[in-house]
């Protein structure tokens, strides 16, 4: 019986705090309190992930190939979202992708580092890598960009080439 009663005190002690803090507005004030916490958080977040410095442009690899830089270079202007771009193969060998039960070869894989000015006037230099599907007994080009979890860098649109 009375610790019956204990909990009800407890309990009407826990509604009486929380109609007072929501009538006085305090319960408002501390969640705002928070919420600015956690945006100056993200903001500072954001500020220290724009810092980073663009790592050099790569020299071209080995299968670096204008012809194929280029056809990429225009499928991506095509889409409207870039002014101008540059694309540099890294690697000095393809990766060849195969059928794991067959042993077939299904495709191939290279890294490159994509430039690309934006209609705002700002450059950016992306990390990529391009895949190329191997049907009947070619690669078909100029292939299809890899999305990689990789941070892009603003960087000036000279260092660029651009």
């Known amino acids: 019986m009375k610790s019956e009663r204990a909990l009800q005190r407890a309990s009407s002690a826990i509604v009486l705090t929380s109609i007072a803090l929501s009538s006085t507005g305090c319960f408002s004030l501390l969640t705002a309190a928070a919420a600015s916490d956690d945006a100056k958080a993200r903001e500072a977040q954001e500020a220290q992930k724009e810092k980073k ?8 690899g080995k299968i670096h190939d204008e012809t194929l830089a280029q056809q990429l270079v225009d499928k991506m202007t095509s889409k409207g979202t870039i002014t101008a771009a540059k694309v540099i193969f890294s690697d000095d060998e393809w990766r060849i992708e195969r059928n794991e039960n067959s042993g077939i070869v299904t495709g191939r894989v290279a890294n490159a580092t994509v430039i690309y000015k934006k209609k705002d006037g700002k450059c950016t230099q992306d990390p990529s890598m391009l895949r190329q599907e191997f049907v009947g007994n070619e690669f078909v080009g100029p292939g299809e960009w890899a999305l990689m979890m990789t941070d892009k860098y603003e960087i000036p649109c000279e260092k660029g080439g651009l």
């Open 53 to 60: 410095e663009a790592p050099p442009i790569p020299a071209p």
